[in-house]
């Protein structure tokens, strides 16, 4: 047997240019994460639109992109959910050839599980959805979710004993810095700037919200003023400190995510396993990290990072779900920003400035997205139109009343 | 872990307090005169600035009694604890 990760491709040695910004685009796409990223491939792939700068305060993809826990499913309640994270799921069963670059998607299944009564009937409810929506799903009582996953604890006498879980077969991981450096490297190839080293601190604007008539002319940089013709924010969980700037107001909240790795084990978890309710996700890293995750810190943040006690809970729920891991050491925690918002589903749309488009409050998921909302993104750059896979998550819905509530998937976990 | 100063109790852990917010978001006068718009400010709309933030707390195990605080969101620091209906101290930058 091969061991694990000797099929890790290597490093390649060209990555993409470094071009100094220049003073002006059709274009402008703040935050070089994974959504900038592959909006800025689709917009040039998709639409032939190349006079683009995607604009990073940091390193490319340093943010979430880097931080996350790479988990890829679509198995979401709600039919507007299901819509674009089943259009993203699509993609990234292809994206590996599109991008000509190894981005080692795994579809090795997730099991979402059920510790209460009312979690059985959630879940049940959840599978009937997917179904009707051509997402692949399957209930399953606790000796199948054994079979599928044979070192989690499905006895009957821990504290939260494991009544069945939601089976999605197709649900992966993907290596996150791989899935960042593909996007970049085609939208580089294509002609478009990706200018690290460069944070957006404010907008030159014309007109005014009060009659309609607002619009940026211009990005305001730590490296000199840009103009451009269309804005598109994919700035995650600092997205409302430029919108703050722009005097729009949203129900984003930044909240501090954790995660954290252990040591490297030979191969033990064949799946992915999430529990909303005891607060913990794992999976096993291509090289053999046990990779996991929990819910939000509860108070706002921007410190990328969080509380002890949060990590206490989850190593906690994780060794009695996986009695294995009690010996397993921990390697590394860290933490990423997000922005939630009350319906734990996105923004993404039309702003208040005619020519400002906005993507955030993906909160905890929206790794996942990331060829989905970058393909729906370009398509409303280049033709004016909302994509319809987009057209739910507009902000006004929180005028509206038509709110897209996702807990029922999404959840505190992903 | 941080310890964070209750007004009634003195400092306890954090994982004795429950989150709860902004805070100074006042229930509106006249309820029946807001547009659907007021409503959806009063009800979603809240800040999240990066720096100085007024948010209340619950120290939930604790006396049970809910304080606000003005906490840095970016370092964590809290800058003032105080009591529901007194006055937000005065601490340079902050928006609310
Ligand atoms: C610990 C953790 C685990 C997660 N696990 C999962 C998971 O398993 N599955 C899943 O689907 N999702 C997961 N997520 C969520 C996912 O990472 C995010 O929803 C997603 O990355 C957000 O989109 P993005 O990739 O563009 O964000 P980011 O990668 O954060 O990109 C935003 C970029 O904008 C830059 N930026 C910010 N402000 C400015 C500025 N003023 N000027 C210029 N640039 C700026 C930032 O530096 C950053 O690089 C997780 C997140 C975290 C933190
Ligand atoms: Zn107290």
């Not at chain 1, 796409?29 to 995607?54: D, E």
């Not at chain 1, 090795?108 to 009937?121: I, K, M, P, S, Y």
């Not at chain 2, 659907?36 to 707390?57: H, I, L, M, S, T």
Request: proline share 6%.
């Amino acid at each position: 047997m091969t061991p694990p990760g000797a099929d890790l491709p290597e490093h390649p040695d060209f990555l993409w240019r470094n071009p100094e910004p220049k003073r002006s685009y059709d274009v402008v796409i703040i935050g070089g994460g994974g959504h900038g990223l592959a909006t800025a491939h689709y917009l040039a792939k998709n639409h032939g639109i190349t006079n683009v700068a995607v604009l990073e305060k940091g390193w490319l993809a340093g943010g979430n992109m880097a931080r996350n826990t790479t988990l890829i499913r679509s198995n979401y309640l709600w039919d507007e959910s299901a819509a674009i994270y089943e259009h993203a799921l699509k993609l990234w069963e292809g994206l590996e050839d599109d991008l000509g670059y190894p981005i080692l998607f795994s579809q090795r299944g997730v099991l979402n599980l059920a510790h209460t009564e009312q979690d059985v009937r959630d879940s049940v409810r959840r599978v009937e959805a997917n179904k009707l929506n051509g997402v692949d799903a399957e209930w399953l009582e606790p000796d199948d979710v054994a079979k599928i996953c044979p070192i989690l604890n499905v006895s009957e006498d821990i504290r939260y004993p494991v009544l069945g879980a939601t089976y999605q077969p197709r649900a992966g991981i993907a290596k996150h810095d791989y899935v960042a450096w593909g996007f970049a490297r085609r939208a580089d190839e294509a002609g478009i700037d990706l200018i690290q080293d460069c944070e957006v601190l404010g907008f030159r604007t014309e007109g005014s919200q009060a009659d309609g008539t607002a619009r940026v002319t211009g990005v305001r940089t730590s490296r000199g003023d840009i103009a451009c013709g269309q804005v598109a924010l994919c700035a995650a969980g600092h997205t409302s400190t430029l919108l703050d700037e722009l005097e729009v107001s949203t129900p984003l909240q930044s909240h501090p995510l954790q995660a954290l790795v252990s040591e490297l084990l030979e191969p033990v978890h064949p799946t992915i396993v999430m529990s909303n309710a005891v607060h913990v996700y794992v999976s096993q890293a291509h090289k053999g990290e046990l990779v996991m995750g929990a819910g939000v810190d509860s108070y706002n943040g921007y410190g990328q990072r969080g509380a002890f006690h949060i990590i206490e809970r989850q190593m906690a729920a994780a060794v009695e779900l996986f009695p294995v891991f009690a010996r397993a050491h921990l390697l590394r925690s860290w933490a990423g920003i997000v922005d939630t918002n009350p319906d734990a589903s996105p923004i993404v749309g039309r702003t208040p400035y005619a020519n400002v488009l906005v993507n955030a409050g993906w909160g905890t998921g929206g790794f996942k997205s990331t060829p989905g909302l970058g393909w729906c993104l370009a398509h409303t750059i280049a033709t004016g139109e909302l994509h319809p896979y987009i057209a739910p998550f507009s902000l006004d819905r929180f005028v509206t009343g038509a709110l897209v509530d996702e807990h029922g998937a999404a959840g505190v976990a992903h | 872990m941080q310890l964070i100063d209750c007004p009634w109790c003195g400092p306890r852990e954090e994982v004795e307090f429950h989150y709860g917010g902004q805070a100074h978001v006042d229930y509106p006068a006249k309820p029946a005169e807001l547009t659907d718009e007021q409503w959806a400010r009063f009800v979603f709309f809240r800040d999240n600035p990066k720096g100085p933030f007024a948010e209340r707390w619950n120290h939930s195990v604790g006396c049970r009694r809910w304080f606000n605080a003005v906490r840095d969101t970016h370092t964590y620091q809290f800058l003032a604890v105080y009591k529901i209906g007194e006055n937000r101290p005065e601490i340079p930058g902050a928006r609310t």
